[in-house]
C-alpha cells in the first residue's frame, strides 16, 4: 500500500504544481497582453464584444512543463517510485513546445493558413520519424502490403495528428470550451488506455489535466484572456500524440484504435463535418465562419441569448463525457463491443446532423428538384391540346337550356 502511494504521489504533485501554476501566472500573462496589445479584436464571428487577450496559451504551456519536470524530479528523488519517463514523452514535449510556437506566432502576426498548415504536417513528420507513430508492422503482417507498413503507419499517424490538432483549434470557440475539451480527453485517455495495457505517461496527462483547469478558472465564461492558438494546437498536438506510440494487432486493432476516436469523437465531428461542408460549398476548409457545432447548439436551444451561453458550454461537455464512456466498452467483455460502438457513433452522428440542420441545405436542394420537376411536369400539361368536347353533348348542353326556360315562361304566363 505504500509502494502505490509512493508511486502516485508525484503525477498528483503534477497535477497540483501545474494547477496551481496556470492559476498564478495566466494573471500575469494577461497583462503582459494588455501592455503589448494582443488581442483578439471582435469580429462578424466572435462571441465576445470587446478585445480580449489571446496568448493565454503561453501560461498552459509554462505550467505544463514545470508540472513535467517537477514530477519527473520526484520520481528520480523518491527510493522505489518507478520512473514512467521514455524518450517517445521527451519527444511529445518538445513537439508540443514546436506547435505552440507556430500557434505563438500566429496570435502575434499572423499566418497564411496554408503556412501554418505546412509547418504542422512538419512538426508530425519529426514525431513520427521519432518513433512516435501508430505501429502496423503485426496488424499488416498477412495483407499483401505487408512490406508497406512502415508507410501507412508514417502517413495515418501525420494525418491523425493533423486532424486533431486542428479539430481542438476549432474548438476554441466558446469560453472554457477547448480547455475544458481538452481536460476530458486527457483524463479520459489516460485512464482508459492505462486500464488497455497502453504505456501512456501519467506524467503527461496529470500536467496536461491540471494546467487546463488552473487556465479554466481565468477562461470560463465571461472569459478575461483567451489561450489562442498558442494554447489551442499545443492541445491538440499532445492529446494527438499522447496515445502514441500504439501497437496493433489482429486482436487490438479495432478495439485500441476506438478508444481515442471515441474519447475525441466531439472534435473530429466538428473538423470533419466543418471541412467537408466547406468544400461541398466551393470554399476552403480553412475559411471561417459561424456554423460550428458550439455555434448551432448555441443558437437552436439558447435563441443567442447571453444566458444560455454557459449551458451551451456545459451540454458539450457533456458530449465529452458521454464520448468518454463510451470508450470503456472496448475493455468489457460484450461480445461484438466494436460493433456496438460502430452502432452508436452512427446513430449519435446521425442526430447531430440532423437536429442541428447539417443536412438543411441537402433537404432544401432536394426540395427545389422536386418543385422544379412539378412545375416542368405542369407546363408540359399545359402544353398539351385539349380535345374539344364532342358535337352532341356541346349541341345538348346548348339546346336543353332554352327549352327549359321557354317551359318555365308560358308557366308564368
Not at 169 to 181: H, P, S
Not at 240 to 264: D, E, M, Q, R
Not at 346 to 368: C, D, H, Q, S
Request: proline share 4%; glycine share 8%; net charge positive.
Amino acid at each position: 500500500m505504500n509502494q502505490f502511494i509512493y508511486n502516485i504521489v508525484p503525477y498528483f504533485a503534477a497535477l497540483a504544481v501545474s494547477g496551481g501554476l496556470a492559476l498564478a501566472l495566466t494573471p500575469y500573462v494577461r497583462r503582459l497582453a494588455i501592455r503589448f496589445r494582443w488581442f483578439d479584436v471582435p469580429n462578424g464571428r466572435s462571441s465576445h464584444s470587446v478585445p480580449i487577450p489571446r496568448v493565454g496559451g503561453l501560461a498552459i504551456l509554462s505550467a505544463y512543463l514545470i508540472g513535467v519536470v517537477v514530477c519527473i524530479g520526484l520520481m528520480k528523488g523518491i527510493d522505489g517510485v518507478r520512473d514512467t519517463w521514455t524518450h517517445s514523452h521527451l519527444v511529445i514535449l518538445v513537439g508540443g513546445g514546436l506547435m505552440a510556437s507556430v500557434g505563438l506566432y500566429d496570435d502575434l502576426r499572423g499566418m497564411r493558413a496554408w503556412v501554418k498548415l505546412a509547418l504542422q504536417i512538419l512538426i508530425a513528420v519529426f514525431t513520427v520519424h521519432q518513433g512516435v507513430a501508430f505501429d502496423l508492422d503485426v496488424a499488416m503482417s498477412h495483407s499483401r502490403l505487408a512490406e508497406y507498413s512502415g508507410v501507412v503507419s508514417s502517413v495515418l499517424s501525420v494525418f491523425w495528428i493533423i486532424v486533431i490538432v486542428n479539430a481542438i483549434n476549432l474548438t476554441d470557440g466558446l469560453d472554457g470550451l477547448a480547455g475544458g475539451i481538452s481536460a476530458i480527453a486527457m483524463a479520459g485517455l489516460y485512464f482508459v488506455l492505462a486500464c488497455a495495457g497502453v504505456g501512456v505517461s501519467p506524467v503527461i496527462a496529470f500536467a496536461l489535466v491540471g494546467a487546463c483547469l488552473g487556465f479554466l478558472y481565468h477562461n470560463y465564461h465571461p472569459a478575461s484572456i483567451f489561450m489562442g492558438d498558442t494554447g489551442s494546437l499545443f492541445l491538440g498536438y499532445t492529446l494527438a500524440a499522447f496515445p502514441l506510440p500504439l501497437h496493433l494487432t489482429h486482436a487490438n486493432l479495432y478495439s485500441l484504435l476506438a478508444i481515442p476516436l471515441c474519447i475525441l469523437y466531439l472534435p473530429i465531428f466538428d473538423v470533419v463535418s466543418c471541412s467537408v461542408r466547406r468544400i461541398l460549398e466551393k470554399r476552403s476548409p480553412f475559411s471561417a465562419d459561424k456554423l460550428h457545432l458550439h455555434h448551432r447548439i448555441y443558437n437552436k436551444h439558447e435563441n443567442g441569448q447571453p444566458s444560455g451561453y454557459k449551458k451551451t458550454i456545459h451540454r458539450l461537455y457533456g458530449l465529452a463525457i458521454a464520448s468518454t464512456f463510451l470508450a470503456i466498452i472496448p475493455l468489457t467483455n460484450i461480445e461484438r463491443s466494436t460493433l456496438l460502438i460502430s452502432v452508436i457513433v452512427a446513430i449519435t452522428t446521425m442526430v447531430l446532423l440532423l437536429k442541428y440542420g447539417y443536412l438543411n441545405p441537402l433537404f432544401e436542394a432536394w426540395k427545389r428538384h422536386r418543385a422544379k420537376k412539378h412545375l416542368l411536369s405542369g407546363s408540359d400539361v399545359a402544353d398539351k391540346k385539349v380535345a374539344p368536347p364532342a358535337y352532341s353533348d356541346f349541341h345538348s348542353s346548348r339546346s336543353v337550356a332554352p327549352v327549359n326556360k321557354m317551359k318555365e315562361e308560358k308557366l308564368s304566363v
